[in-house]
C-alpha cells in the first residue's frame, strides 16, 4: 500500500484549515525531511541559510506547530533555553534516553510503550494523537567516570 508523501499530507491539512499552502512551508517540510537526526530551529534555519533560501526563524517557529498538529514531526525535548524536533512521518514509535551528564540521546523502542497507550485511550475514552517518552539520567560511561 502507497503511503501519502508529506508533501500531500501537509498540503491536505494546510488546505482543510483555510490556510495558505506557502513556498517557504514547503521548503521548510522538505529540509527537515532530509534531517535524519534531532533538529533546533537554530539549525534548521542555518542549513536553510546556506542554501541561499530567505525564510526567517519567525515563519520556521509559525510552521513548527502547523507541522506537529498534521503528524509530520514532534518535539523531542527541551534543552539549553530551546526544543528540538524530529520527523516521524513513515518511522516506527520511539522513545528517547537522554543522558544529563554528556547530553547524548539514545533512541530505543519497545512494543509495551505502545500498549501502555493503547490502554490508557481505551480506558479512558480519550484519543492520542501523539506520545512522547522520554528518560533522563547518566549513560554508562558517565556513570563510570564518577
Known amino acids: 500500500m502507497l503511503q501519502a508523501s508529506e508533501v500531500e499530507i501537509f498540503r491536505e ?15 521548510i517540510l522538505r529540509e527537515i525531511f532530509k534531517i535524519h537526526d534531532h533538529f533546533d530551529v537554530d539549525e ?5 541559510r546556506n542554501q541561499g533560501y530567505r525564510i526567517s ?8 506547530p502547523l507541522l506537529i498538529e498534521c503528524g509530520l514531526v514532534q518535539e523531542v525535548y527541551h534543552e539549553d533555553g530551546h526544543m528540538h524536533y524530529e ?4 518511522h516506527e514509535p520511539h522513545a528517547h534516553f537522554r543522558c544529563l551528564s554528556c547530553r547524548r540521546v539514545e533512541e ?6 505502545e500498549e501502555v497507550a493503547r490502554e490508557f485511550q ?14 533522563l539520567g547518566y549513560c554508562a560511561a558517565c556513570r563510570k567516570e564518577e
Open 87 to 90: 520527523h516521524i512521518y513513515g
Open 57 to 64: 526563524k519567525a515563519t520556521i517557529y509559525r510552521t513548527l
Open 108 to 113: 530505543f523502542r519497545d512494543e509495551r510503550l
Open 44 to 48: 534548521l534555519y542555518l542549513r536553510l
Open 122 to 135: 481505551e480506558k479512558h475514552g480519550v484519543q492520542i494523537k501523539m506520545v512522547r517518552y522520554e528518560l
Open 13 to 27: 491539512f494546510i488546505r482543510k484549515r483555510g490556510l495558505r499552502y506557502t513556498p517557504e512551508r514547503e521548503t
